[in-house]
């Protein structure tokens, strides 16, 4: 099955200069964790409740004076429309993602995550691996509190 038949396509976005208060309340209305960053209709990143808990949250910066541009994760990983679903879950797999962006000649068409992949008929198999591979644990790191 190709990527456009179960990808998510009317998909919200913002642009660098949004402040992430509002991508938070956006990613809030529509119980999403992660929303493209476009100009105009090109890709440019990504931001994900962990960006801005992490990149601008914990460091003490004020979400609503604080812009998308400077935590975003710029160049995501992406998806063509024509490409089979099992090429997503490998990717998905390798790079420990559970949404990939879909990309067509630069332009954002949709997103696909990985609850798409697992409600394509007969890949549960394939679903498994993908979210074994994304989901092991990362090695345990020790942070310093901020003095």
Known sequence: ???AEIMTKDVQSVTGDTDLLTVARHMRDLDVGVIPVVEGTRL???ITDRD???RAVALGLDPLHTVVRDHMSPDPTTIA???QVSRAAEIMAREQIRRLPVVEDGTLVGILSLGDVAVDSGKDRLTGDAL???SAPA???TVEPDR
């Open 139 to 141: 090695e345990p790191r």
């Open 52 to 54: 801005i808990v992490i």
């Open 1 to 3: 099955m190709r990527i």
């Open 81 to 83: 429309p024509t490409e």
């Open 44 to 46: 440019v990143g990504v």
């Open 132 to 134: 074994e591979q994304i």
